[in-house]
């Protein structure tokens, strides 16, 4: 999908142009500094040179770019779009399914919306937006996305051990006790904002790998560690919970997490 303009002389002639007036500005603005009275009138000569006839040449260019973009906004909508993208997802090694407007690329979601001029990749609640359209760019943008999410290795255990730590500490706090609660539901979002206390924790963890995390756990079936029992909990309002992917894309609700000490009910 190349969309080299067939007549270029006026675009490339104004962005000539602009180089130009850029150049011849910047040194005048320096005039103050340098008192080079002899470079100014030379930068004041060229950028009227420049300005003259620029208008005329501007509504050419604009006119060319108008045509440029009203043929991209058409071939959006055809089929020979649809064929591009899903081939560059392809070639950028991404596994989906679906059809456009809408793919599916676990954990995420794709949705390219062709009035609004832009795609959303979503990972639950959390989402990004671009508006480069472009097949090969955007499968690039999601590519890069897609490969980060699943190029982490995750260890349930290891997760579980982080979650029980915050959910200890939530716990204490939530309920003002100086032992923790068992039994007792912990919202997951006080754990997150636990285990990433810090700021620079939180860049290296966002929220989506947290999320992940919390389906691959949900999907691995393995809720249990040591003398602890793992159980999420479910929000009456949906609105209100955070919204677990796993691996194939499944959705999950949950609100809460909840720790069962099995010493304790034995």
């Not at 604009?62 to 899903?86: D, F, S, W």
């Not at 679906?98 to 639950?124: C, M, N, W």
Request: glycine share 6%; hydrophobic share 40%; aromatic share 10%.
């Amino acid at each position: 999908m190349s969309h080299q303009i067939a007549k270029e002389d006026a675009v490339t002639e104004m962005n000539t142009k602009v180089i130009k007036l850029a150049k011849c500005w910047h040194g005048l603005r320096l005039v103050g500094e340098t008192w080079n009275i002899k470079s100014a009138h030379v930068n004041l000569d060229s950028i009227h040179t420049v300005m003259t006839g620029l208008i005329p040449q501007w509504e050419e260019a604009n006119k060319q770019l108008v045509e440029q973009l009203e043929t991209i906004r058409v071939e959006l909508g055809a089929p020979a779009y649809t064929y591009e993208l899903e081939r560059e997802l392809k070639a950028a090694g991404i596994q989906f399914s679906g059809d456009f407007p809408q793919y599916t690329l676990p954990p995420f979601k794709l949705v390219i919306s062709t009035d609004g001029l832009e795609a959303r990749l979503s990972l639950g609640r959390k989402s990004e937006r671009t508006a480069d359209l472009n097949p090969r760019r955007l499968a690039q943008w999601a590519g890069v996305r897609y490969k980060k999410v699943l190029a982490r290795k995750f260890n349930a255990a290891a997760f579980m051990k982080d979650l029980l730590e915050a959910y200890h500490i939530a716990n204490r706090l939530h309920f003002r006790d100086k032992e923790p609660s068992y039994g007792r539901a912990v919202p997951l979002q006080e754990l997150y904002n636990i285990l990433t206390i810090r700021q620079s924790s939180r860049q290296d963890y966002p929220l989506q790998f947290f999320v992940f995390d919390l389906g691959l756990l949900k999907e691995s079936g393995v809720m249990k560690l040591d003398k602890y029992r793992f159980e999420f909990g479910f929000a009456r309002d949906q609105k209100k919970a955070i919204v677990v992917v796993d691996s194939m894309g499944r959705e999950s609700y949950f609100s809460s997490l909840t720790v069962y000490s099995l010493e304790a009910q034995g």
